[in-house]
């Protein structure tokens, strides 16, 4: 019933683009801050952006400032992370979670997860 679905992954050289969503159902994605996740083989889960639920504040990873954008679409009910300029170092599986209360770029506490999407930045 509750179910968070990213999509939009796929291979893209450095420096090219891919968009991601995160598509909420079964609860109002708008209720939560919504947080984008990726986790590299062999590493851990890392915070990458997220977005509160009221003001639409924005929080980044200093490594992804100026180069990912986070932003919602409560018609859609879904949440995307616009991925510029993308590095080798970006490669990862992708996940979004929801957070009743504010947005953190820790794993912690987050109510819901997707399944992951895979970006892979290779030339």
């Known amino acids: 019933q509750v179910q968070l679905v990213e999509s939009g992954g796929g291979l893209v050289q450095p420096g090219g683009s891919l968009r991601l969503s995160c598509a909420a159902s079964?609860?109002?994605?708008?209720?939560?801050?919504i947080g984008w996740f990726r986790q590299a083989p062999g590493k851990e889960r890392e915070g990458v952006s997220c977005i509160n639920k009221n003001n639409g504040t924005t929080r980044y990873v200093d490594s992804v400032k100026g180069r990912f954008t986070i932003s919602r679409d409560a018609a859609k009910n879904t949440v995307s992370l616009q991925m510029n300029n993308l590095k080798p170092e970006d490669t990862a599986v992708y996940y979004c979670?929801?957070?009743?209360?504010?947005?953190?770029?820790?794993?912690?506490?987050?109510?819901?997860w997707g399944q992951g999407t895979q970006v892979t930045v290779s030339s």
């Open positions: 079964g609860f109002s994605s708008d209720d939560y801050a």
């Open positions: 979670a929801a957070r009743r209360l504010y947005c953190l770029l820790r794993i912690s506490d987050y109510d819901f």
